[in-house]
């Protein structure tokens, strides 16, 4: 089952990105609570303790995710000793409106950012960032985007962003970045999550980009909206980057076969990046870090309650 969850988690947070995936999975709770039928509270809620047992054994665990659960365990907690169905119901409509206007707001913070006839690299494939460059093309900011292409499906998918809006643009090889670095004025990027450690998970490829410009003294803006923190120790169990080996043979030495690995996410160190943009502001790493600090020790008494 765990396997089974994991890979379609995986799959449909590819596509719609970590806010969408979450609301749809938030959506199939709402549809579950419909049907219901269990008459007592107590098993109510071992089943409900059970649900969130599972949602933290998927690899990787979703940070924006496990953050709507406790919500929900919290609210379940102060509802009267019948079963709250309804009211559940209500706290994860709120939930999900929470998301969409944490978004919005992430979005409205980036348009301080100055891209008046600036060149802007992008990378990987952050619904924030378009979101981000959307509202500031429609505010007729001028400027122009880099693509460094990557995995093709990402790639496409930003040409394709780029495209229907009418932002100019052009395609790069991530490889061949050296030879137009000096033309690059920013960075922005997408992040997975923020961990305990202080890194970011990325797009494969991020890191030495980042890198890159960070030697170049190219400002770095990551895009991330905190509900996406990590908020749990960090493990030797801990996976957030998985190694994907496959066979694969010479394109035209048809005898020659070999293994290939993919990773799937880099690990970003937050000293690397200048700028964060979050749904509050915009800021420094060593604020970040200590953003970071507060909400960790606030999730801690939580996972105290509710991790026995």
């Known amino acids: 089952m765990q396997t089974v969850l994991s890979k379609l988690f995986r799959d449909i947070e590819s596509d719609l990105g970590t806010h969408g995936f979450c609301i749809i999975v938030l959506d199939a709770l709402k549809d579950a609570l419909f049907q219901y039928k269990i008459e007592t509270k107590d098993e109510f809620e071992h089943q409900l303790m059970l649900l969130f047992q599972l949602l933290q054994s998927t690899k990787p665990r979703y940070a924006i995710l496990l953050d709507s659960f406790y919500k929900i365990l919290d609210e379940n907690e102060i509802a009267s000793p019948e079963i709250p169905i309804d009211r559940l119901i209500m706290k994860i409509d709120r939930i999900g ?17 100055d891209v008046e006839g600036k060149t ?19 505010q007729n900011k001028k400027f122009t985007v880099i693509v460094a292409e990557q995995d093709i499906e990402k790639t496409e998918d930003n040409i394709a962003f780029l495209h229907s809006q009418g932002i100019e643009y052009k395609v790069i090889p991530a490889h061949m970045l050296s030879h137009i670095d000096k033309t690059i004025d920013m960075v922005f990027c997408g ?15 991020t890191k030495a980009i980042v890198s890159h410009f960070h030697l170049e003294k190219k400002p770095v803006y990551t895009f991330i909206t905190t509900s996406k923190f990590t908020l749990w120790p960090l493990t030797k169990q801990s996976h957030e980057v998985y190694t994907k080996p496959h066979r694969s043979r010479h394109h035209s030495l048809v005898d020659v076969e070999f293994e290939r690995l993919k ?16 749904e509050h502001g915009i800021y420094k790493p060593k604020e970040l870090k200590k953003i970071f600090d507060d909400m960790f020790k606030k999730r801690e008494g939580k996972r105290k309650k509710y991790l026995k």
């Open 97 to 113: 409106v929470a998301y969409q206007l944490e978004k919005l707001q992430l979005t409205q913070v980036a348009q301080s950012i």
């Open 263 to 278: 990773f799937s996410h880099d690990r970003v160190s937050v000293d690397l990046i200048d700028y964060v943009v979050t």
């Open 120 to 138: 802007i690299l992008i990378h990987d494939h952050s619904h924030s960032i378009h979101g981000a460059l959307t509202l500031m093309h429609q």
């Open 191 to 205: 992040a997975v999550t923020f961990q305990e450690n202080y890194n970011f998970v990325m797009d494969p490829g």
